[in-house]
């Protein structure tokens, strides 16, 4: 119970990496404040944490929305009081060249994955800052953001690179102000979202050739971001923790291949 009574906001929690982590959380003592964009899965996360007798709320809103940013988190404050931990984990994961991608669909992008991280950090800062054992601000990026290459996936991966380097920044400026900014680099996890764009066969093929030969899955995310909430993580900011499964350090193999 390491979080108990900690007010721990999770955006994208309807689904996948966030609901895991909502759940993890919630298992552990916190209350809950469940970001989604789609109320359906939002309210199954919900469900699933008052069900094993934790304590959640739903808010929902679109981080790509700059309005629906400030009341998500005005909302967390005003229903439990105050804000100890926030992860954000929505993202937009465009797929396709670049050549053929239409400019609406990076522009959101952008907000979504970019614009996000700045509003994010801004509304949250004045709360985090007033947590007991230090406020917690962590990133969910994506070990797409060390590879020099991800096929049809630039924007996505460009992005992630962004929320490093600005998460390794603002350590520095929201230090002084009791709160810790870290991130957390998934690998290829084996989300519903993933499996339903890329099917089971091509994933499973990547991941037969990583030092840990299989998909990750999302509690190994959970399990990273509650220990980097945690206050064993104390004396640790500024830093990416990449939970990969070793997928970085090799290339891809047959690409070209695979992926016909």
């Known amino acids: 119970m390491r979080f108990s009574d ?3 906001l999770v955006t994208g929690a309807g689904r996948g990496m966030g609901r895991a982590i909502a759940l993890a959380f919630a298992k552990e003592g916190a209350k809950v404040v469940v970001s989604a964009r789609t109320a359906k899965y939002g309210e199954q996360t919900v ?5 094993a007798g934790g304590t959640a709320f739903l808010v929902l809103g679109d981080v790509a929305d700059r309005p629906a940013v400030k009341a998500m988190i005005d909302s967390a404050v005003e229903k439990f009081g105050g804000l100890d931990v926030v992860v954000h984990c929505a ?5 396709g060249l670049i050549a053929e991608m239409p ?7 952008v907000n979504c994955n970019i614009q996000s991280v700045f509003w994010i950090a801004k509304d949250s800062v004045p709360h985090l800052s007033k947590a007991k054992d230090k406020g917690r601000l962590i990133y969910i990026s994506s070990g797409s953001a060390n590879r ?6 630039i924007p996505y991966a460009s992005s992630k690179a962004f929320m490093n380097a600005f998460a390794r920044n603002l350590a520095v400026e929201f230090g002084p102000m ?18 339903g764009e890329l099917g089971e066969e091509l994933p499973e093929f990547f991941a037969s050739h990583f030092p840990i030969a299989r998909l990750g899955q999302s509690a190994d995310i959970a399990s990273a971001v509650l220990f980097m909430a945690s206050n064993e993580a104390s004396y640790i900011t500024g830093t990416s ?20």
């Not at 400019?103 to 992008?109: R, T």
């Open 6 to 8: 900690k007010v721990v």
């Open 47 to 51: 469900t699933q944490i008052e069900e």
């Open 91 to 95: 993202a937009d994961a465009a797929h």
């Open 103 to 109: 400019d609406e669909v990076f522009s959101n992008l």
């Open 148 to 153: 020099s290459f991800t096929p049809k996936l």
């Open 178 to 195: 009791n709160v810790l900014v870290n991130v957390v680099e998934p690998g290829l996890i084996a989300t519903d979202r993933m499996l």
């Open 241 to 260: 923790l990449l939970v990969d499964g070793g997928a970085t350090m090799v290339p891809l193999p047959n690409l070209d291949k695979a992926l016909k």
